[in-house]
């Protein structure tokens, strides 16, 4: 028998949230994302016949409607204190020295007797956050502001899926969790790609970006950036902070914050006296950079909750805690000068060079300035004293300036007009973030179109790497991609350091790679907006570079997952006769250029019935690319909300059709759970 609607909603709810419990607290999930997804569409469906059975804490709200302006001040009921900072060994053993005289005077006996117990968890380096919850559900989530007020960024926390919108078991009637905000390394990174790509300014670093985010009114483009939290410490309604409901010790504590399904960090440990508390920060040092988040100390805590009491707080901190810092990654040097790295596509980055400079255990003298916006606003010039930061195993990377230290003759950077390889221009597109060098015969673009043609995911010949491609180009035996095909094992004996054998291996290599599936010869040809996924997508649906080569841009546009971009970047470059001739010499020289036609059966559609309504920007693909993926999968798009949308994908800047389904009680998918759901029904 199947369940009535007011049964099944809350069976699903109660399933998502253990399941979402089981992914993020317990990095121990039960079921696939699909089947995941299926529960949260099916509760979704649901909840849109019967609006009235829809609560504010079904996770189907993680993404909430927008607040209506800036953020209301919060006033926290118990202060959200900071945390003293010790920056070294003697540093920890005076905070050791201090916890122990307290409780010596307290218990009457000498501080020699006593042996503190500690628990010492990693620093986050992230923002912290306040959660109240009433009878288990998240009613409020507040920034720590100046720890007495802070903002109220509800709408914001709802979408962070570590959160628990309802805790699980027995909760007190009102209490409060803190914990910590943070961006993971991986969903960092590609915002900032993300945002490079927009030509919009970067952020510093995982911590400012969290900021950023936190303090976002959208709370849609919130949802997609994969924030995510760890928390640390539970405070009653009453105020007294470190409420532990089971036995009073920060252990139990964080054991009945992972019972109710909050996402504690699980490399804590418990530490007898301040030996084995400095034994944890020196395993740290090195290992935290293997997190895939980043942590810029271990936060040292008494365990004992009395004794905690006992030791009371300052104003601004407890004085039964510290926090231990990791000295910064961070060294600062002159720049020398400011040099200019051309890419395959001529994509001009500008890169410092600089005064070698020892940055946490190694020496760097090269590092990234990301693109010439973001060097502009820095006002990053040549000759000035810069700060550089080493994250983790990243390319160093310059933060900023000194400008107490900057040379009076400084002038402000400019990007060169000339190609710095081969003289030819730089310019930049109206659009575009990015300076290029529009010479396709750039040597430069030649080294690089070659690393490509050659690499992985393309023709894949082993053997050929980079220091052997700068060597075939500088002896003038490979000047295009074409030229591989005639190298021979004669010529390339007399290479440095190339014997006999291993150029025989080569050209093995080179010979094999003639017979590639197509999509690699595609890929390896360096189209723009063609990948390695474009390619296949190409070539399965043409069967041969001839065909596409033929293809008008609205035949290219109608293949599933060829968007307009991708069209018209692929007939341009067959537009271009020395592209076609370049094919027409690989075509000579043996390498296949036709394949097979794997025509997409009509394949299963899952989507079938369903209308849905896109509005706002996708960062993964454009609306029209989004439309002809849902028609694949058999469901419809139109272009106005009604009670009939099944949903509404929301993407960035959403406007009028946001409201209007949210009156209408249409179900929306933010950008992830729309990726999710095309990709796992594809
Ligand atoms: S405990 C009263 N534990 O570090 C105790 N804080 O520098 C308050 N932080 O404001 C904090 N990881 O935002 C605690 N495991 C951790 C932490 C942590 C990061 C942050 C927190 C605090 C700041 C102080």
Known sequence: MTMKPAERIPFLRREIARHEELYYTHAD?????????????????????????????????????????????????????????????????????????????????????????????????????????????????????????????????????????????????????????????????????????????????????????????????VSKRGLSAWMYQIVDATGVADAAPVEPTHVAMLEQLRTWGCAVEPHWRRATGIDDVIAFCDEWREKRHSLPFETDGVVVKLDDLAQRVTLGTTSKFPRWATAFKYPAQQATTVLRKIEVNIGRTGAATPYAVLEPVLVAGSTISLATLHNPDDLRRKDIREGDTVIVEKAGDVIPRVVGPVLSKRPEDSREWEMPTACPVCGGALVKGEDEAVWRCENSSCPARLLRSLEHFVSRGAMNIEGLGEVLVRQVVEKGLVSSVADIYALTADTLADLERMGKKSAAKLIEQIERSKQNDVWRLLNGLGIRHVGERGAQVLADHFGSVEEIEAAPPAVLEQVREVGPVMAHSVRSWFDEPRNRDLVGRLRAAGVRTVGERKVAPAGPQPLAGQTFVITGTLDAMSRDDAAARIEALGGKVTNSVSRKTSYLVVGAEAGSKLEKAEALGVATLDEPAFLRLIMNES
């Open 29 to 221: 999930p039960e079921i696939s994302d699909s089947e995941f997804d299926q529960l949260m569409l099916e509760l979704k469906a649901l909840e849109t016949e019967h609006p009235d059975l829809l609560t504010p804490d079904s996770p189907t709200q993680r993404v909430g409607g927008r607040p209506a302006e800036g953020f209301a001040t919060v006033l926290h009921h118990t202060q959200m204190l900071s945390l003293d900072n010790a920056y070294d060994e003697p540093d920890l053993r005076a905070f050791d020295e201090r916890v122990r005289k307290a409780l010596a005077a307290a218990q009457g006996v000498s501080a020699a007797e006593i042996v503190a117990t500690y628990v010492c968890e990693l620093k986050i380096d992230g923002l912290s956050i306040s959660l109240l919850y009433e009878d288990g559900r998240l009613v409020r989530g507040a920034t720590r502001g100046d720890g007495i007020r802070g903002e109220d960024v509800t709408f914001n926390v709802r979408t962070i899926r570590a959160i628990p919108l309802r805790l699980n078991g027995d909760v007190l009637p009102r209490m409060e969790v803190r914990g910590e905000v943070y961006f993971p390394r991986k969903a960092f990174e590609r915002l900032n790609t993300e945002r490079e790509q927009a030509a919009e300014p970067l952020f510093a670093n995982p911590r400012n970006a969290a900021a950023g985010t936190m303090r976002t009114l959208d709370p849609a483009s």
